[in-house]
């Protein structure tokens, strides 16, 4: 059985919650669960924090079960990768990153929280690794292809909920690994980008629960072009907001840089969320080809926030232009 | 010999191609790659062309000259398929997009008057083109270094973020432009002197 997250699922996941809210008034302490991180930092000894899951609404959307989905084949997924730090082509990530050392792996977390540390990725995950959930998710690249792809992982704010964020806190900054002697794609003299890549969401958009720190993909961890480790998933943004090989979690009261829309800000936005009548300036965004395996793919219409706009539309009042 | 050698090297390319589309080799994205490898092989053979009267020129050997318009020839064949590539899989033939897109979209009219400028060389290929327009036809085909700078553009636009590629492309363009101008300063003032 797998886990899916798309629109069907959410109306019926509207019904379902309505029923068991009715269900669970009388039992309201069952909306709470402790959860547990350990740290291996010394400075940082949060082995056991308790995490309070926020009020529901129904804007919230949780993934539920859902019978099988087709899915793009793990060939393609792990073979058609952007990852710029082993390369621009996109068969580099999966042919280059032979040196890539995954483990041992900490993250830091720092900036505005009252527990901050450095992580294991191990420990950060919460469960074994085949425990974890796992999430079928529309993954939308800003050069308009997708690909269906199983995640697993938790959702990101379990992690940062543990580290408690202060209340200063209104953005959670990513910041990827720096190790051009691994990754052939940071040493070259041609790239335009800054090394390391950075991302940024709005605490609020972190706090999402469709943002998923996610751990591999295809129940497989050790697959560095999908940005293994550590990397997130944010289903309703241009695939490069989701960022890989992550090594530090900052929270911040100021907007912090992102690498793309550094390089270049009129063709990427800060937020770059996925909108089909936002053209790119260099071509359009109004269709995508769905790759579902080798030279298997479809043309087919984008949709607004990749489809999530029932989950995520809310987080962005006003002028769509702004969250381009 | 030498035009089977010709018509050989330029084919091998694209029969790669063909044979990879057929046996699923071309990656994961074979569109892509068509598109891709279409475009890269329009330019090789695009700079050949340049460089013939320069090779023929160092190496004494004339008959080169000749092969301008084979090779000429199958840049029009390979800007082509990239255009009817482009067409197919990016917009579908969604020909209303196509003008959006020209409009919009400044690297696809630098690709779309590169092939104008291919499909006016390539149709006035023959002798009785060439009878007929006569002193025109020089300066006609002149402008397959305006194709060379367009295409050169039209590379660079599209690049994301590794100018590598684009920017060597770029500047054997400008090599070549700057070569042919001393070579017909330096006939201009050997006839005049």
């Not at chain 2, 390319?13 to 990656?27: S, T």
């Not at chain 2, 409009?103 to 291919?118: H, K, N, S, T």
């Amino acid at each position: 059985m797998v886990r899916v997250t798309d629109q069907s699922v959410y109306k019926r996941r509207k019904f379902i919650a309505g029923a068991l809210g009715l269900a669970a008034l009388g039992s309201f302490s069952t909306l709470r669960y402790r959860g547990r991180m350990s740290a291996r930092a010394a400075q940082a000894p949060s082995d056991e924090l308790t995490i309070e899951e926020p009020a529901p609404s129904t804007s919230d959307h949780s993934p539920i079960n859902l019978a099988e989905r087709r899915i793009t084949t793990k060939y393609a997924a792990t073979h058609y990768n952007n990852a710029y730090e082993f390369g621009w082509n996109k068969s580099d990530p999966a042919q280059r990153s032979g040196d890539f050392q995954m483990r041992p792996w900490t993250v830091t977390i720092d900036g505005l929280c009252h527990r901050p540390g450095t992580f294991d990725v191990d420990d950060l995950m919460g469960t074994p690794f085949n425990q974890l959930e796992e999430r079928i998710y529309d993954f939308r690249c800003v050069e308009a292809w997708s690909m269906v792809i199983p995640y697993n992982g938790r959702p990101l704010r379990d992690i940062l909920a543990a580290v408690e964020p202060m209340g200063s806190a209104r953005y959670v900054a990513f910041t990827s690994v720096l190790r051009p002697e691994e990754m052939p794609g940071q040493a070259s003299l041609f790239s335009s980008l800054e090394w390391p890549y950075v991302e940024a969401l709005t605490l609020q958009e972190a706090m999402h629960p469709l943002a998923f720190a996610t751990f591999g993909v295809y129940g497989d961890r050790q697959l560095p072009q999908n940005g293994m480790p550590f990397r997130i998933t944010l289903p309703w943004k241009y695939g490069f907001k989701s960022t890989k090989f992550i090594v530090r979690i900052t929270f911040t009261e100021e907007q912090p840089p992102a690498t793309w829309n550094l390089t270049n800000p009129r063709e990427y936005g800060w937020y770059s969320n996925v909108y089909p009548d936002i053209d790119h300036p260099r071509w359009s965004q109004a269709t995508e080809r769905r790759i579902w395996g080798e030279g298997d793919i479809t043309r087919m219409p984008s949709r607004p926030y990749n489809g999530y706009a029932d989950a995520v539309a809310h987080l962005y009042l006003g002028e769509k232009k702004q969250y381009r | 010999m030498i035009r089977l050698f010709v018509h050989g090297a330029c084919a091998t390319p694209a029969l790669l191609l063909l044979a990879g589309w057929f046996n699923n080799r071309l990656g994961v994205d074979p569109e892509k790659t068509l598109i891709w490898e279409s475009g890269i092989w329009t330019f090789n053979l695009l700079l050949v062309v340049l460089l013939l009267p320069i090779v023929a020129n160092w190496t004494q050997w004339p008959t080169l000259h000749r092969y301008r318009r084979a090779v000429g020839l199958w840049v029009f064949s390979y800007a082509t398929c990239h255009f009817l590539f482009f067409i197919t899989f990016l917009l579908g033939w969604d020909l209303a997009r196509l003008g959006e897109e020209l409009r919009e979209r400044p690297y696809i009219v630098f690709g779309f008057c590169a092939w104008l400028i291919l499909v006016a060389m390539a149709a006035t290929s023959n002798r009785a083109a060439i009878r007929w327009l006569r002193k025109k036809w020089r300066v006609l085909h002149l402008w397959v270094y305006a194709a060379a700078g367009l295409a050169a553009i039209h590379y660079l636009l599209m690049v994301r973020s590794h100018y590598g590629w684009a920017g060597t492309y770029a500047g054997i363009v400008i090599l070549l432009i700057t070569a042919r101008f001393i070579r017909v300063r330096k006939r201009r003032t050997a006839r005049d002197g």
